[in-house]
Nanobody, 124 residues
Framework: QVQVVESGGGLVQAGGSLRLSCAAS????????MGWFRQTQGKERAFVAA????????YYADSVKGRFTISRDNAKKMVYLQMNSLKPEDTAVYYC?????????????????WGQGIQVTVSS
């Protein structure tokens, strides 16, 4: 059983930066794919970024490519989402999630372990 806990959200002005952190524990973390998703009211959770824990391959949604960076610290079992050049449309609840299967797509329903979510608000 994998547990993930997010931290680091908050309020920031447009153009600013935030770094989200995700602490992972339990399970065989080294074989997992870690992802960040976001959700706004009335909408489904949307893929933001993902990283293979082993190998460090990274994937991004087109809407955040070039602005967000996902990374991991193997020793600390931490995954990070560095968010730069934030826009009001990035406002959402952000979730860290873990998937025990390496896939070619990143659908929320494939990720079996989720954090509680953390609010990110970008003011204009």
């Amino acid at each position: 059983q994998v547990q993930v806990v997010e931290s680091g959200g908050g309020l920031v002005q447009a153009g600013g930066s935030l770094r989200l952190s995700c602490a992972a524990s339990g399970g065989t973390i080294s074989s997992y794919v870690m992802g960040w998703f976001r959700q706004t009211q009335g909408k489904e959770r949307a893929f933001v970024a993902a990283i293979h824990w082993s190998g460090g391959y990274t994937y991004y949604a087109d809407s955040v490519k070039g602005r967000f960076t996902i990374s991991r610290d193997n020793a600390k079992k931490m995954v990070y989402l560095q968010m730069n050049s934030l826009k009001p449309e990035d406002t959402a609840v952000y979730y860290c999630a873990a998937d025990g299967v390496v896939r070619s797509t990143f659908r929320a329903e494939d990720f079996g372990f989720w954090g509680q979510g953390i609010q990110v608000t970008v003011s204009s």
